[in-house]
């Protein structure tokens, strides 16, 4: 019988591949799907905001009576009217003897009292100042010792704790050159303070902690945690802090008179600290009622543990009668497009709830546009990774902390309500550590990733983050997309009758096109090293004696295309190591394309990883820019209507995407055309720079070199 040979059947693809290779075939319409469905999604989130709760039990907020007496009161406004009768006197003198009397009240209470002594160094940029923090103890080596400020720190210890958790309040304040405003926030602290002294229910111990805010409110701060976290093994650090002890002479050498007093001269510390709170009293009124302004937000769009503002929020308000605000973008509350956008939010809610009752879809327009503005100010300052108040030094030492700002409804110096607002401040602060005192554990159990509608609403990870996953999803279905027609790939979507043969020709043009891909590569790394190199640049243009913002930035963008015009003449495109016997008709920049938005992909990614808010923003930016981009050489050839839609798309895409246009379109839409400087931009980057923010890595390293491709793309002579 003779032998049939039978062909072996071919494996169809598992369900996931064919998957993976129908979003590919079809990466245009998903992209244009999926990015629709981003910006709705990012534009929904107040619509899904959710009311915020205590998820911590514990917590229990409200469920004490205030213990704050008359007497507290009476004690308070006796400092206050000491400190105040300071003004009159020299500065220096007036700092002196408002110590003293600070320091006196301290220790009349119990508390150990303890002076802390830094040297402020003005924030410069340095590279390494972003992957390293400088050593405490060299970074006063250099420093002259009338850039030096004093911070008094007064302790409680729990009478029924062991001394391992402690709570920390800290009050801003000038010593010398004080306004009613701080010192009404200091007698604010006092009033708690005295209270805290005297209570038997305390579990964790009380620092109060005065900053002297000569040099700013963050810098003290910072300071006193650096020290405090940092074990000092040898005699170095007291050397260091001991350099300027003649100027400290008249104040701490006079309480050796009273030594029967809880003084020391050395660096007191409590226990690790469960949480803290900023305490501050605005200069400016309030319209209508006493209002607390809550600021949350740390570097790198760090925050609080959320339970930390929900129990403030809910003692202000149900207990306090104080009106809570959060920062909102003025600007969007006049908005005409958002408010048409709330409008129709409306009405779709009201057709959802007629429909069924039961589905709570919508919001007033009102709310939504309210929201909306309270969402974009959390979105910015987030991505922005500039702590917004005191407590962001406290975040990174991973402490949860916020910042209570409040505005009386009448001037500081009107005493008719005095009295009354400082029971209500002191109420507030003494509810709030009594519910972090009954805590047993650090915050845990409510969220750390979230972003404030409202200060009684909040939009979770989980719902935010859905905008994001939609618009950086089409990335890597375009980029296997772009290779696949580059390379002239079968995916398997086309079915064929028979599989010609490959000669030797061609599987030798198939080996070369499957490594073209290596010259797109090279191209997007030189690139993102000359980002990494025009990110450094600031560092040698500060060097430049007497140069205003203005000739910063101009220097800085002459040199950024100066450096990336001599990469381009040194290294030269990848089309000069292609051979002219291949056609290029679309292969050369399909590919380069597809490496570009991989990189895309991959550095917003890696950048949600450590600011979400700012991937966030980048992905808006970014993305609809990168798919769009083509050579507009071909759509000039083309001459359709669509393709000169697409030269306009693109045009304005690269211009908006490009970061100084997107920093001064901005400006000019929320502040006006008039507010317009070159130097602005450079006085924003500096402080981005000079505060360690992630923000300034990524518009270097991957915003920037990933806009440079897309416009290489875009003039590409194919």
């Not at 959060?326 to 497009?337: A, G, I, N, P, Y």
């Not at 939009?459 to 905008?467: D, N």
């Not at 690269?654 to 502040?671: D, N």
Request: net charge neutral; proline share 5%; hydrophobic share 45%.
């Amino acid at each position: 019988m003779p032998k049939t040979e039978t062909e072996t059947p071919k494996m169809k693809p598992r369900p996931i591949v064919r998957l993976g290779i129908f979003l590919i075939s079809h990466s245009l319409l998903v992209s244009v799907v999926c990015c629709t469905a981003g910006v709705l999604a990012l534009l929904l989130l107040p619509l899904l905001a959710k009311n915020t709760y205590i998820s911590e039990n514990a917590l229990m907020p409200g469920s004490a009576s205030s213990m704050i007496s008359n007497r507290d009161i009476s004690e308070a406004n006796r400092l206050a009217s000491d400190l105040s009768g300071l003004n009159f006197k020299p500065q220096d003198s007036a700092a002196l003897e408002s110590r003293r009397i600070l320091t006196k009240y301290m220790s009349d209470l119990g508390a150990e009292v303890s002076y802390h002594k830094f040297h402020y160094k003005p924030n410069q940029f340095h590279p390494l100042h972003f992957f390293s923090s400088p050593d405490s103890t060299s970074s006063v080596k250099n420093l002259s010792c009338s850039a030096h400020g004093v911070n008094t720190v007064g302790i409680i210890r729990a009478p029924r704790g062991d001394g391992k958790e402690a709570i920390v309040l800290v009050t801003p304040y000038k010593f010398g050159k004080s306004g009613a405003a701080e010192t009404l926030s200091l007698s604010i602290a006092y009033t708690v303070f005295s209270l805290l002294s005297r209570v038997t229910w305390l579990a964790k111990d009380i620092i109060w902690f005065v900053a002297d805010s000569q040099y700013g409110e963050y810098a003290p701060v910072e300071a006193w945690l650096r020290d405090y976290h940092t074990p000092v093994f040898t005699s170095l650090g007291t050397l260091n802090a001991d350099r300027c002890v003649k100027i400290d002479d008249p104040y701490v050498f006079e309480q050796k008179s009273i030594a029967q007093r809880k003084i020391s001269h050395g660096f007191r510390r409590a226990g690790t600290m469960a949480a803290a709170l900023i305490l501050k009293v605005a200069d400016r009124n309030a319209m209508l009622e006493d209002t607390l302004n809550i600021y949350a937000e740390a570097s790198n769009g760090q925050m609080p543990n959320l339970d930390l503002i929900n129990i403030v929020n809910y003692l202000a308000v149900h207990r306090q009668g104080l009106r809570v605000k959060v920062e909102k973008v003025l600007t969007l509350l006049d908005s005409r497009w958002l408010e048409i956008l709330g409008q129709i939010f409306e009405l779709l809610g009201k057709v959802a709830r007629s429909l069924n009752p039961g589905w709570k879809f919508g919001i007033s327009a009102a709310d939504y546009i309210e929201g909306s503005a309270t969402l974009a100010s959390s979105l910015y300052y987030q991505a922005l990774g500039i702590p917004t108040g005191p407590h962001g030094a406290f975040c990174d030492f991973q402490v949860d902390a916020i910042t209570l700002e409040i505005s009386p409804k009448v001037s500081p110096h009107n005493k008719a309500r005095h009295n009354e607002f400082l029971l209500r401040g002191g109420r507030l602060v003494e509810g709030v550590i009594r519910s972090i005192n009954n805590l047993l554990e650090k915050f845990h159990q409510s969220f750390f990733l979230y972003m404030l509608t409202s200060p009684s609403k909040f939009v979770s990870v989980g719902v935010y983050m859905i905008a994001f996953a939609l618009l950086v999803a089409p990335l890597p279905l375009v980029a296997a997309s772009l290779y696949a027609d580059a390379n002239q790939l079968d995916l398997g979507v086309k079915k064929t009758k028979s599989t010609p043969t490959a000669t030797a020709s061609d599987e030798l043009d198939i080996t070369f096109r499957s490594w073209k891909w290596l010259y797109a590569a090279k191209e997007v790394f030189l690139i993102h090293v000359w980002g990494a190199a025009v990110s450094l640049l600031p560092y040698f243009i500060c060097q430049i004696p007497n140069c205003s913002p203005t000739s910063s930035s101009v220097i800085w963008v002459f040199l950024s295309m100066l450096s990336l015009l001599i990469l381009y003449l040194i290294v030269g495109s990848p089309s000069t190591h292609v051979s002219i016997s291949q056609p290029e008709e679309k292969g050369e920049w399909a590919i380069l394309k597809s490496a570009t938005i991989s990189a895309v992909f991959i550095g917003l990614l890696v950048m949600s990883v450590v600011n979400f808010a700012a991937a966030e923003i980048g992905a808006l930016l970014l993305v609809p820019m990168c798919l769009m981009a083509q050579p507009l050489k071909l759509d000039m050839k083309a001459g359709k209507l669509r393709s000169f839609l697409r030269i306009i798309c693109n045009v304005v895409l690269g211009f908006i995407a490009f970061p100084p246009a997107a920093f001064f379109v901005v400006k000019t839409i929320f502040e006006g055309f008039d507010s317009i400087n070159m130097g602005d931009f450079w006085n924003w980057m500096e402080s981005l720079w000079a505060w360690n923010s992630a923000t300034y890595i990524y518009i270097g390293m991957v915003h920037l070199p990933c806009w440079v491709l897309c416009l290489h793309i875009l003039l590409h002579s194919c």
